[in-house]
Structures are given as structure tokens and as C-alpha cells.
């Protein structure tokens, strides 16, 4: 039966196609933006659209059946047993019988294929950014680099104490205290034989036959080089403008030297600002933080996907009484120390989060006259997309191994995550794809798919690049699959319990054995206090201390922040230590966070419902 969205549309503003009925608004955008953007017949796209609704709808259907069945059986085993002692060992022994829980196979290794290395070798932070909006998704693609100076001066990582203070012009005092904190920081990611970054007065190159060297020359005349002389790689130089690139851990830093600049002029070595690489990947979202309802925002989200990979969006807005127009950043150009060009992308290597199983869209109507499933919908229009990803003039392509990323959310269990395989196998065959062109991210955010994610994994064995824990997420369905079984603890409460330790370890442990380690991201969640930038890099640092290569960061200036994390902890070498470790307690992950609340009050109870309700929804 027609959804009322799609029944509130007239006759004329929809278009039949064979079996289908597509909006007219996103009927055009098919015809006249996206398939002369891929070259691609219009018949051979509706018709493969078609096909694969019609075949994959009633497969989709009846997981999301079995996910109403396993916890409508979850429930009356709970509603059974109130007022009776916990028993652990039974608990999971109906969930073996039910077959919530899995039978686990032999262990294996993944075996993705044609990763870049902003995902497989580079530990860093990431963004996840809505793409309906066009300026935040273009800020979020821009955050690869991101100015130290600036991250600093502007939040409270440097205190306001001793006439410090951010607001009004600029205060040189806070700038001396950015600029030693700064300074500090090269001290440990790019260390000088002997000496600090502070004893320097100036810096420069030595252009040996060999190749050029950094060099460091100090006030009394000597000179000195980086204790490691192979984390200099590269140099621009423009009359007196100087940068000098270097890589640590994998990431880069970039020193910029100008004696004109007002920051410059009265910084030791005349250093103007240290750039580091910041935001390496950036989710951009069709799902959480987007309201994409009806074919015309599903358009607009499209459109900027679009719009992205093609490094053709543009955002314009008013600041500071001046109009200014945002567009993906050109490439960073270097000279090598060999002599060669050395080119960086300007950009975070993109992600693309489609929606889950569940939500329909009236974008397109199927044969009897149903909103069709939205996840299939965005795996078809997301992949065709970036399908015109390639090399333009400055600008490198989005990935540099032809791969397409999407992130799948909101997967229950191993034969979702098998569905998902599937769906992009006969995408790929629509558009005569290589098999496993389409990478997918396998987020650990239901119970079912934590209990199971090693054979979750091994369903997209061969695809996946992405794992990760989130706390808000996962704690909700935590929460709805153990409602019947009791009064559930405060939010406060439930993070001092075991079962989400052992959530955030199991999801590390995991993905290490199964070979996660160089082929793909293993993630953990964001950051929720943007404006708390100092509380952050006293705390956030224990993400890539846990084996994480990515965790999410609430903005650009957030991103260079936690950059610096990633240079004091060499994430591979820091898996390489967690995998000898034991793994982490499955019997932890199934005690539901239960309490007894007979000591709160009705107010903060209240309080608890409304600061919660929508945050786990």
C-alpha cells in the first residue's frame, strides 16, 4: 500500500518506469546529472534499479521479521523471569538456542584488496559530517590540513590565565604561549639532534648530490639536522616563504617560515604557523546527523555526493561582511628531497555513510505501489556517483585504488552483514564494477552484530575496510534489547559497568585477529564535548593507545587537535602489543547494565529521561 508521503503526490509529478514509479525530482536528477556524469544508458539503469528491488526486497523484509521475532523472544524469556535471582549461564544459553548467538567458525584473516593507505596504513582522526549540508561537507573535505597555531590560539588548550585572554584582536602573549606549546610538540614528533625547536635561529636546506637535507642553524653559528633525517621529505619555497614537510608515524607536518608575517616576525625562526595533517578521512553522512525524508532531500544529499567527488561543490556565505565562496582545496605541491614533485592531496579521503536496512524512501515506488528500501536506494545512486571519481587538473582522485567506501550502519547480526554483501555484489554488477570495488564499513553499534562481529566480518571478508564502537548507539540497543529484564542503570551508571569495557576491547581484539591491521580503519566514537578542547587532549589520546587508527572528532580545529595523539602513538606497533593480550570477555558484553533505582528520585529519574531520550532514539 502507497505510503502517505507518496500518495500526497499528484499523478503528474511522478514518472513510470517499466515496473517502478520514481518522483519526478529525482527522476530528473537521474536523467539529466548523474547518468551523463557516468556515461551510462538510462534503460540499463532503471532496469538494473528494478531488478535488484524486486530481488532483494523480500530478503530484506524477512531479516527485518527475524529481528522483530528474536527480541519479541527475548522479551517473554524476561517477562518469564522477573522477580527471579539473574542467571547468567542460562541467559546465554537461550541466546546459543535462539541463535542470537552464532555459531563461531574457524579463524580467518581478511583478504580486502586495493585499500588506500589513508585507511590501511595511516592512523589519524576522522570526521563525520552531514552531506545535505554543502559547507559543512566542504569544511569536513578541507580538514586534511589544519593549522596548529590557530586550533590552539582559539580554544582552551591554552589557558586564558597570566593576560592570555582569546577574545578581541590579536594577543601576543597568547601567541608566545602557542607558539612554545607549539614548539614543544616538534620537540617530540620531529625531534633535532641535541638541541630543542626553541634554539633554533633559522632553518634552511643542504643540497648535497645525495639530495637535500634539512637543517637546523642555531645562534652561535653551528648547525644541527632532525635526530631521524629520513622525516624530512619535502620543500616549497616562495621568495622568503618557506615550508618544510616532514612525516611522523605517517603523518605529516609542515614548518612555514615567513619573517613578514605578523606572527613570524616574532617567532623564533621566523616559523608562521605549523600546519598539521589533520582529519585523513571524513565520513560524509546520509544517515544520523542528516533529516533526509522525501525525493527531494534524498536529491540534495545525492547532488552533494556528487558534487564532491567531482571536486565541482560550492558553498558561498556571508562572513565578516564579506562574501566568500568554500570549494575542496587544490593539492599540496612539494619538491621532494630527491628533486621530484612531491603531491598531497588537500583533501580527507571520503567515506560515504548510507542508511540502514530498515528506513523506505518515496523516491521510487515499487511494483505495488511501496516506498522501496532506502539502503538499497543509496547503495545504487552513492556508488554511481563516485564512480566519477578521477584525476583532474590539481586535484588527485578521491582514491588512488579505484575503490568506492561506504559506511553500513544499523546491522543486526551476521546475515544482515551478509545482505549488505550481496546488495553491493549486484550493484557492481549493474555498473560492471569489479568484484569487491565497493568497500564497506561494518559499524559495531547493535548488540547483535558485537556478540557475532567475528562472523560478521568474515561475511564481508573480502570488502571490508571499516569497524567501530560508539557509545550512544550502542548502549541504545543495549538498553531496548534487555528493557523486559529490569530497571536499566543512569547513563553515568552504565559507563563504570563491564559490558561496555569489554565492548570497546572486543571490538579491538577482534578486528586484530581477523586481520584487520594495514587493510582496514578499527574506530572508536566522537568526542561529545566540542568546546572542551583541553579536557579532550588530556583523555583522547587512550583511543589510539587502544588500538584505534581512527576516532571521530567533533570538528576541523578538533581534528589538528587530535593529530597530535596520533604522533605520540604508533598505532601499529601499539596492535602489534594488543594482540598478544587475552581476549575480551563475551560473558562481560551479555550482562545488561541493570540496577536497582529504588534510591533515585521522580526528578532524577525525569532528569535522566530528558537528557537521554533523544540522544539513544
Not at 619573517?259 to 605549523?274: C, E, F, L, Q
Not at 534487555?482 to 559497568?497: D, F, N, T, W, Y
Amino acid at each position: 500500500m502507497e505510503s502517505a508521503a507518496a500518495s500526497s503526490m499528484s499523478i503528474d509529478e511522478r514518472q513510470p518506469v517499466g515496473g517502478l514509479s520514481i518522483s519526478r525530482v529525482f527522476f530528473d536528477f537521474v536523467e539529466k546529472e548523474l547518468l551523463p556524469a557516468i556515461g551510462f544508458k538510462s534503460e540499463v539503469f532503471w532496469s538494473g534499479l528494478e531488478s535488484i528491488v524486486t530481488e532483494l526486497t523480500p530478503i530484506n523484509r524477512s531479516l527485518l521479521a527475524v529481528r522483530d521475532d528474536l527480541q519479541q523472544k527475548i522479551d517473554e524469556w524476561h517477562v518469564a523471569r522477573q522477580g527471579k535471582p539473574w542467571q547468567q549461564a542460562h541467559y546465554i544459553a537461550f541466546l546459543k538456542d535462539l541463535g542470537y548467538l552464532a555459531d563461531t567458525g574457524e579463524s580467518f584473516q581478511v583478504e580486502t584488496a586495493n585499500v588506500d593507505a589513508e585507511i590501511a596504513e595511516i592512523a589519524g582522526p576522522q570526521l563525520v559530517v552531514p552531506v545535505s549540508n554543502a559547507r559543512f561537507a566542504i569544511n569536513a573535505a578541507n580538514a586534511r590540513w589544519g593549522s596548529l597555531y590557530d586550533a590552539l590560539y582559539g580554544t582552551d588548550v591554552i589557558s586564558e590565565d597570566n593576560e592570555q585572554q582569546r577574545e578581541g584582536p590579536y594577543n601576543p602573549a597568547r601567541g608566545a604561549a602557542v607558539i612554545r606549546y607549539a614548539t614543544a610538540f616538534l620537540d617530540r614528533a620531529i625531534p633535532l639532534d641535541g638541541v630543542s625547536h626553541a634554539d633554533v635561529n633559522s632553518y634552511g636546506l643542504d643540497r648535497p648530490e645525495a639530495g637535500t637535507a634539512f637543517v637546523a642553524s642555531l645562534a652561535n653559528g653551528e648547525t644541527t639536522q632532525l635526530k631521524d633525517p629520513r622525516q624530512f621529505v619535502g620543500f616549497s619555497i616562495h621568495n622568503e616563504r618557506c615550508a618544510y614537510l616532514f612525516r611522523n608515524n605517517g603523518l605529516h607536518i609542515e614548518i612555514q617560515v615567513d619573517p613578514d608575517h605578523p606572527v613570524g616576525r616574532d617567532a623564533t625562526a621566523d616559523v608562521s604557523d605549523v600546519i598539521l595533517e589533520s582529519a585523513i578521512t571524513t565520513i560524509q553522512d546520509c544517515e544520523d546527523s542528516v533529516a533526509a525524508v522525501d525525493a527531494e532531500d534524498k536529491v540534495g544529499v545525492y547532488r552533494n555526493w556528487l558534487g564532491l567527488i567531482r571536486c565541482e561543490l560550492e558553498a558561498t556565505l556571508e562572513k565578516a561582511g564579506k562574501t566568500i565562496t568554500r570549494r575542496p582545496n587544490p593539492d599540496r605541491v612539494y619538491t621532494a628531497t630527491d628533486g621530484s614533485e612531491l603531491a598531497l592531496s588537500s583533501r580527507s579521503l571520503l567515506l560515504v555513510r548510507n542508511v540502514g536496512h530498515l528506513m523506505t524512501t518515496n523516491a521510487v515506488l515499487d511494483q505495488a505501489g511501496d516506498e522501496i528500501f532506502e539502503g538499497m536506494l543509496d547503495a545504487v545512486i552513492t556508488t554511481a556517483c563516485a564512480m566519477t571519481d578521477r584525476r583532474r587538473e590539481g586535484y588527485q582522485p578521491n582514491s588512488s585504488t579505484g575503490s568506492i567506501y561506504i559506511v553500513k550502519p544499523k546491522m543486526h547480526g551476521p546475515e544482515e552483514v551478509a545482505f549488505t554483501d550481496k546488495l553491493f555484489a549486484r550493484v557492481e554488477e549493474l555498473f560492471e564494477l569489479e568484484p569487491s570495488t565497493i568497500k564497506v564499513g561494518v559499524m559495531d553499534e547493535e548488540r547483535r552484530t558485537t556478540v557475532n562481529l567475528a562472523e560478521c566480518i568474515r561475511a564481508v571478508s573480502k570488502r571490508i575496510v571499516f569497524i567501530n564502537t560508539g557509545f550512544l548507539d550502542r548502549t541504545g540497543d543495549e538498553i531496548h534489547t534487555s528493557m523486559q529484564a529490569g530497571p536499566v542503570l543512569p547513563k553515568e551508571a552504565i559507563k563504570k559497568e563491564p559490558w561496555i569495557n569489554a565492548y570497546e576491547d572486543w571490538n579491538v581484539d577482534v578486528g586484530i585477529r581477523c586481520g584487520l591491521p594495514g587493510k582496514a580503519q578499527i574506530g572508536k566514537g566522537m568526542w561529545p564535548k566540542p568546546d572542551e578542547m583541553l579536557q579532550m587532549m588530556e583523555t583522547k589520546q587512550a583511543h589510539p593507545e587502544a588500538g584505534a587508527n581512527c576516532a571521530w572528532v567533533p570538528s576541523p580545529t578538533a581534528a589538528t587537535l587530535h593529530a597530535m595523539h596520533y604522533h605520540a602513538v604508533n598505532v601499529r606497533q601499539r596492535q602489534k602489543t594488543l594482540a598478544k593480550r587475552k581476549l575480551a570477555s563475551l560473558d562481560d558484553i551479555l550482562t545488561p547494565p541493570l540496577g536497582d533505582l529504588s534510591r533515585l528520585s521522580a526528578n532524577e529519574i525525569q532528569a535522566e529521561l530528558d537528557n537521554n531520550a533523544q540522544a539513544t532514539s
